[in-house]
């Protein structure tokens, strides 16, 4: 299955008390698309200013990434800046410069419109139910959202939801859009609106997987080397659905195994500044991987 993911193409800032990068590749259909390269064909659409360096994308183009739907307009890149302290769960925003993005209407090209697997990654939720009235008859769509539109855009929120079958956010977004301090309860407030899965990533701590076919818990691997949390949860997103869309299988077993998937790929994001490691990583070290997740939470009974 082809997958379709509409998001932002940046550069980021970022600050961590292991280092720094200035003006890195960024953007969260970057991260995803760089992720779910590794298991299905992805497109892209989004849009980049005059000043974006077009050959940081050509990891992209050689892992056959379709980036037709990729606009460049006058004007500058959508820009982040952040930083983290210790606790690597919580980034502090330090700028925003949303530019070309802020006038963002995502067209998709002809042949996107057949995609089977759709991925909104985190735009204005307005924006992610115009791409659904584009794509003909897709078989899953997912979507990611963040505080500002949960705050700032709560009923348009809704209204997506009712056309979303995953929606993946982290537990502080989980808790803010149920307005319910514990997660279950606000797993099934989420759910009473219209996704058939919520999948709640906790960084270092895992995921968590709530579904009419119950709940799951993955663990999140130790990792020795942390540098930079930004784009994890896009990469999470990335491997998740990417091996949906490689198995063609959506029953419940298997969204589990795509859990785990997603914290794989996760778990490599961050292990350098910006995509740096996903760009050099290979797909045996993606099996070893897994297979170590499995490891990690297998145990035998009495």
Known sequence: MEILVVGSVALDTVTTPFGDAR??????????????????????????????????????????????GLERRPGRTFRWRGEYGFALNEAKTLETQLNVFAEFHP??????????????????????REVLTQVLSPRL?????????????????RQTLKQVQILIINDAEARMLAEEPNLVRAAKTILGWGPRSLIIKRGEYGALSFSDGGWFAAPALPLENVYDPTG??????????GFLASTRNFDEANLRRAVIMGSVMASFAVEAFSLQRLQHLTYPEIESRYRQFKQLAHFEDL
Do not use: H
Not at 58 to 67: A, I, P, Q, Y
Not at 232 to 241: P, S, V
């Open 23 to 68: 003006e890195v590749l960024g953007g969260s259909a970057t991260y995803f698309a760089s992720s779910a390269s590794f298991f299905a064909p992805v497109s892209v659409v989004a849009v980049v200013g005059e000043d974006f360096p077009m050959e940081a994308l050509e990891f992209l183009r050689r892992r056959e990434v379709d980036l037709t």
């Open 107 to 128: 067209r998709l090209p002809e042949p996107y419109r057949e995609r089977e697997v759709v991925f909104l990654a985190n735009i204005d939720p307005d924006l992610q």
């Open 141 to 157: 769509v997912a979507a990611d959202t963040m505080n500002f539109w949960i705050q700032g855009k709560p009923e348009a929120l």
């Open 232 to 241: 994890a949860g896009d990469a999470f997103a990335g491997g998740f659905l």
